[in-house]
C-alpha cells in the first residue's frame, strides 16, 4: 500500500475511487501524467458499486453486464494496470489553497501538494432527519446505501419489514436487495401523486407484492427501541397506521460536497456542487470536480465518462501551463 | 483512559452486609442521568462507598441525553435560589476540574439578543439579576458592536447584553467522566436495574431492583423525569409532580458553524429561556429547544411542523443558514415540575433525599448538586472520610476545536467519516469500566453515525463491529436466516 505521506510530485491527486475517479485516473495515466495518486478513504477501493450486488453495470465502459461489485473489481484491476497509486484508508480532512491537501491516514497526518486535484466525492442520500420527518428516534431506520452495504457486504439485514419512502431508479435497487436478502416491504410511499420512475417501477412494487401508496407521506415513526410502525397520511388527510420494523429511505440524493463546504471553493448552495467551468474546474483552478458530486445519481457508467473527460481537461491543463506552478 | 482502578460491577462479586443483598454500599443513587453521575462522583471522592442504580443499559438515556449543552454563569437564575447556588458551585467546579478529565470547555460567551424594543426594556431587570447573582462582567452592546463580534447575524437586531462566561461543552462526556471517576474510586454501577419497591428498617434501606436487592444506607433519588413515581412507589409519598416538557432541536451541518461563535439567547419569559442559537462543541450550530407540555415521560418524538418552524426562526436570526443543510434533529425531556424551582427533599427521617426538578441548567447545576446533597449528609451526622489522593483518569475528546483520536497515528481505519471516528475510539468505548450498554449510548462515546449522512456509509461497518455487542443491535439477522 502507498503512503500517502511519502508521495511526492504529486501531479493528480484524485478524492474518491468510484467510477468517477478511478475512470480519471486510468485515463490520466494513459495520456502520460505521471504521478497520479488516488485517495480512498474506505479500506477498499471502487465507491459505491462495492455494494450494488446487483447488474447492469459496466455496460457503456466494459462492453458487458456486470454487478457492482465485479464492475468495481475490474475498474480497481485496470487503473492498478494502468500504473495508478492508490492509497487506500486516507482521509482528505481539508482542501487547502491550490491543491494543499491535509489528509489522515492509520499511518499519521500531513499533506500532500498536487499540481491539480480532481474531487469525486460522489454522492448520498438524504437520511431521515434532513427531510425533518417526524417521529422518534429508533433503530430500524436506514438509507439504501446503508442497507446494501449491510446485504452485501457485512450480510446482515437491518428490518424484515420495513416501509419504503421514495419511487426514484435507486428505490426499484432497494427492492432487489430487499429481495435478496429475504427482506419484505410491507409499503411503499410516494410523496408526489406519480413515482418519479414510471412504468418499470410500478411493475417491480406489484412483481414483489410491495402495495404502492401515492400521494402519502410519514407523519410520525413510532416505537420504543425499534421501529414498531409508521403512521401516514394521503393527501385528503385520511391517516393509515402501518406496522413495520423499519424505515427505508431511498433517493433524494444529495453531493457528498462536505469537503468542498468547509473550504475556500465556491458552492452552489442550490445543488450543493461545487462551482465549475466548461472544463469542470472549481473556483480555485487547481481543483476539478467530477461524477455524481456534480450531478447527482447519473448512473456508474456516466459517472466513468465525466471522469474520462476532466482527465482529458486536466491533463491538457498540465501540459499547457506547465510553466504555471499553481502550488506553493 | 486505562482503568486499572476500576471496579467494573460484577454482581457476584461484591456481597457484603446483608446476605441476600446483591451489593450493598453507604450511598445508593437512582438515575444515571448528570446528576446521579455527578452525585456518584463527589461522594466516591468523599470517602462513601456509592452504587448507581439505572434502569436502562447506558447512563443519560433519560433527560440527559437531549439538552442544548450550555455551562451557565447563572446569571439569569432566580435570585438567591437553590438553582442559583448549584449552578454557580457547578460551573466554578467544572472550570476547576475539566482540564484534569479532559472535559472540553468551548469558550464561546453569550448574548442576550433584543430583537425588539419591548425586549430591550426587560434589560435593566436582567442586568440587576445578575449583578444580583453575583455575575458582574455583563454589558451592554450596542448594534454595530454586536455585528462586529457576530457579522452574521441578521442585521436587525437592537442590542444584547453579553454575558461573556457562559460556554459550551459536551453534554455526554462530562456525567460520562463523573460516573467513570466515582467506578475508579471504589463505586459501583448497576445497569437495567429498575428500582421497583424497598423498604428502610430505620438504619438501612433495602431496594428491589430488576437485578437484585441493593443495600444503602442513604438513598439520592435522581431519577429524573421518574423522580416522582420512584418517591411514590419506594418512599411511600411524594411532594411534587413531574410535568415532562419536550424540546425539540434541529442540527445544522457543520459548514454554518463559521456564521457563529457566540450562544444567542433570547430575551427570557418567565416560564422558559426560550429558543437559543447555539454552536456545540462538536462543531454544528443549533437551534432550540421549543417548550412543548406533554404527558409522556419517554416519547422525545420531533415533528416536522415545529422544526420548521424553528428553522424558520433560525434563518430569521442568522440568515445564512438558509444555504446550511440540516444534519440532524432530536428531541430532549425536561423533567419540569408543576413549579419553577429545582424540588430538592431532604427526608431525614429515613435517609433519603430528593433531587428533582433539575432542568435545563441541571448540566452546569449537577455538580453543584453534588456538593449540596454531601452537605446535607453532613447535616445529618456522617463521616466519610474524603479520599487523599483520589484517582482521576481522561476521557477521549470529541471536542471539534481540540485534537481527536483520528489525528494520532495508528487507529486501524475510520469508520464513521462524517465525525471521523476511529475503530480505536469505538473498540475503546465498548471497554473498560464504563462500557457502552447500547447503541446509543457508543453513539453518545464516540459520535459515530451523528454526523451528516447519519449512518449512510458507516452504519453497515458499525452493525458489524457492534454484533452481539447490546440487547438491540443496528442488525437484526444474518442474511441466511
Known amino acids: ?90 482521509s482528505v480532512t481539508a482542501l487547502g489553497v491550490k491543491g494543499e491537501l491535509s489528509i489522515a491516514s492509520p499511518l499519521g497526518t500531513g499533506t500532500i501538494q498536487a499540481k491539480r486535484v480532481l474531487i469525486a466525492t460522489g454522492v448520498r442520500e438524504t437520511p431521515r432527519s434532513a427531510r425533518l420527518i417526524s417521529g422518534s428516534r429508533l433503530l430500524g431506520i436506514s438509507t439504501t446505501g446503508a442497507l446494501q452495504s449491510m446485504v452485501y457486504l457485512k450480510n446482515l439485514i437491518p428490518f424484515r419489514n420495513p416501509v419504503v419512502v ?52 410519514i407523519i410520525n415513526i413510532i416505537g420504543k427501541d425499534r421501529v414498531e410502525a409508521v403512521k401516514v397520511a394521503d393527501i385528503e388527510g385520511n391517516i393509515r397506521k402501518i406496522d413495520c420494523d423499519g424505515v427505508l429511505f431511498t433517493g433524494l440524493f444529495t453531493p457528498e460536497s462536505s469537503l468542498v463546504s468547509m473550504s475556500h471553493l465556491k458552492l452552489d448552495h442550490n445543488t450543493k456542487s461545487p462551482v465549475i467551468d466548461e472544463f469542470n474546474r472549481c473556483s480555485d483552478l487547481a481543483y476539478y470536480a467530477a461524477g455524481n458530486l456534480l450531478q447527482p445519481l447519473n448512473i456508474a457508467g456516466n459517472c466513468w465518462r465525466q471522469g474520462r473527460k476532466t482527465a482529458s481537461f486536466i491533463a491538457k491543463d498540465l501540459k499547457e501551463n506547465a510553466h504555471v506552478n499553481l502550488g506553493k | 483512559m486505562n482503568s486499572k482502578n476500576c471496579n467494573k460491577t460484577t454482581p457476584d462479586t461484591h456481597k457484603k452486609g446483608s446476605s441476600s443483598s446483591l451489593i450493598s454500599a453507604d450511598i445508593a443513587i437512582i438515575g444515571g442521568g448528570v446528576v446521579g453521575c455527578a452525585v456518584a462522583r463527589k461522594m466516591a471522592l468523599e470517602g462513601a462507598s456509592v452504587v448507581l442504580i439505572e434502569k436502562a443499559p447506558d447512563i443519560l438515556d433519560g433527560a440527559s441525553k437531549g439538552n442544548s449543552a450550555i455551562l451557565h454563569t447563572g446569571f439569569d437564575a432566580p ?47 436582567i442586568f440587576k439579576k445578575g449583578v444580583n447573582n453575583g455575575v458582574k462582567d455583563l454589558c451592554l452592546l450596542s448594534r454595530k458592536e454586536i455585528l462586529n463580534l457576530e457579522p452574521s447575524l441578521a442585521n436587525h437586531i437592537r442590542s444584547a447584553i453579553l454575558v461573556p462566561k457562559e460556554y459550551v461543552i459536551d453534554p455526554w462526556s462530562a456525567p460520562f467522566a463523573y460516573l467513570k471517576q466515582a467506578l475508579e474510586n471504589g463505586g459501583q454501577a448497576l445497569f437495567n436495574a429498575e428500582v421497583t419497591k424497598g423498604r428502610f428498617d430505620g438504619t438501612n434501606w433495602y431496594l428491589n431492583t430488576k437485578q437484585g436487592e441493593v443495600q444503602a444506607g442513604y438513598v439520592i433519588n435522581c431519577a429524573g423525569l421518574y423522580g416522582d413515581i420512584l418517591d411514590k412507589n419506594v418512599l411511600g409519598s411524594t411532594q411534587f409532580q413531574i410535568k415532562p416538557r419536550k424540546g425539540q432541536f434541529v442540527v445544522f451541518d457543520k459548514a454554518a458553524r463559521k456564521l457563529l461563535s457566540s450562544i444567542i439567547l433570547p430575551v427570557p419569559t418567565e416560564r422558559t429561556k426560550g429558543i437559543v442559537l447555539f454552536p456545540t462543541i462538536f462543531g454544528n450550530i443549533v437551534v432550540g429547544p421549543t417548550a412543548e407540555e406533554q404527558e409522556s415521560r419517554s416519547n422525545a418524538s420531533v415533528d416536522k411542523k415545529t422544526l420548521t418552524l424553528l428553522v424558520e426562526q433560525a434563518i430569521e436570526k442568522l440568515p445564512a443558514l438558509a444555504k446550511m443543510p440540516i444534519t440532524a434533529t432530536y428531541a430532549g425531556i425536561r423533567p419540569a415540575t408543576e413549579k419553577k424551582h429545582y424540588r430538592v427533599i431532604h427526608n ?12 435545563s441548567t441541571g448540566l452546569t447545576g449537577a455538580l453543584g448538586l453534588a456538593c449540596h446533597v454531601h452537605d446535607l449528609l453532613l447535616q445529618q451526622g456522617s463521616d466519610f472520610k474524603k479520599l487523599e489522593t483520589p484517582v482521576t483518569t481522561t476521557v477521549p475528546n470529541l471536542a471539534e476545536h481540540l485534537p481527536r483520536d483520528w ?24 471497554k473498560g469500566c464504563l462500557p457502552a450498554g447500547s447503541i446509543d449510548g457508543l453513539k453518545r462515546r464516540t459520535r459515530a453515525t451523528m454526523g451528516r449522512c447519519q449512518g449512510f456509509y458507516c452504519s453497515a461497518r458499525l452493525a458489524e463491529l457492534t454484533k452481539e455487542k447490546f440487547t438491540n443491535t443496528i442488525g437484526v439477522g444474518e442474511l441466511d436466516d
Open chain 2, 407 to 430: 489525528a494520532r497515528e495508528g487507529y486501524e481505519e475510520i469508520i464513521c467519516h462524517c465525525e471521523m471516528v476511529t475503530k480505536r475510539e469505538i473498540t475503546a468505548a465498548m
Open chain 1, 166 to 217: 421514495g419511487t426514484e431508479i435507486v428505490s426499484f435497487s432497494a427492492l432487489f436487495t430487499c429481495k435478496k436478502a429475504g427482506i419484505h416491504p410491507v409499503a411503499m410511499l410516494e410523496e408526489k401523486p406519480k413515482p418519479s420512475i414510471m412504468q418499470p417501477l410500478q411493475k417491480a412494487a406489484h412483481l414483489f407484492g410491495v402495495p404502492l401508496f401515492l400521494n402519502t407521506q
Open chain 2, 79 to 125: 435570585v438567591d435560589s437553590l438553582e442559583q447556588k448549584c449552578v454557580q458551585n457547578g460551573y466554578d467546579e467544572y472550570i476547576k476540574i475539566h482540564e484534569s478529565l479532559n472535559l472540553p470547555l468551548l469558550k464561546t460567551s453569550a448574548l442576550v439578543a433584543a430583537w425588539s424594543k419591548e425586549e430591550e426594556d426587560r434589560f435593566p431587570d
Open chain 2, 348 to 359: 431525614h427521617d429515613k435517609n433519603w433525599i430528593t433531587l428533582g426538578g433539575i432542568r
Open chain 1, 1 to 90: 500500500m502507498i503512503n500517502p505521506l511519502k508521495y511526492d510530485n504529486c501531479d493528480v491527486a484524485i478524492i474518491g475511487s468510484g467510477p468517477a475517479g478511478l475512470a480519471a485516473a486510468i485515463a490520466l495515466k494513459k495520456q502520460g501524467v505521471n504521478r497520479v495518486l488516488v485517495l480512498e478513504r474506505e479500506s477498499e477501493a471502487g465507491g459505491i458499486p462495492r455494494h450494488c450486488g446487483h447488474p447492469p453495470f459496466g455496460v457503456l465502459e466494459h462492453a458487458r453486464v456486470m454487478t457492482g461489485p465485479s464492475y468495481a473489481k475490474k475498474n480497481i484491476r485496470t487503473a492498478q494496470n494502468a500504473g495508478v497509486d492508490m492509497a487506500l484508508k486516507t
